[in-house]
């Protein structure tokens, strides 16, 4: 059985994931891990500038929590922030456009 995915704008998917990413930072659950997949799975549809305003925030946001001396979550979380940061930052890098 062929699965159906609906028509989103990349204008949409933009939102969505940006929302999804802001959402679940600091959050204790699943959606974490399920955000860095989003970021890495769908990168090819974001601009530069895109990558970079995630990775920005996601950096912001670990600094913010260190200096107050917890985690962005569970130990868990803040370790996949940590590595998603590192591969969106890759990804900018590698990026032509």
């Given at each position: 059985?062929?699965?159906?995915?609906?028509?989103?704008s990349?204008?949409?998917?933009?939102?969505?994931?940006?929302?999804?990413?802001?959402y679940?930072?600091?959050?204790?659950?699943?959606?974490?891990?399920?955000?860095?997949?989003?970021?890495?799975?769908?990168?090819?549809?974001l601009?530069?500038?895109?990558?970079?305003?995630?990775?920005?925030?996601?950096?912001?946001e670990?600094k913010?929590h260190?200096?107050?001396?917890?985690?962005?979550?569970?130990?868990?979380?803040?370790?996949?922030?940590?590595?998603?940061?590192?591969?969106?930052?890759?990804?900018?890098?590698?990026?032509?456009d």
């Amino acid at each position: 059985m062929k699965v159906k995915y609906p028509a989103v704008s990349l204008h949409d998917m933009w939102i969505l994931l940006l929302s999804t990413i802001r959402y679940s930072m600091g959050r204790h659950t699943y959606i974490s891990g399920l955000s860095v997949e989003l970021v890495v799975r769908y990168n090819n549809y974001l601009t530069k500038q895109q990558l970079n305003q995630i990775a920005d925030e996601i950096e912001k946001e670990i600094k913010l929590h260190e200096a107050m001396g917890c985690t962005l979550g569970a130990d868990i979380d803040h370790k996949s922030w940590k590595d998603c940061l590192i591969i969106i930052r890759d990804l900018y890098l590698s990026r032509n456009d």
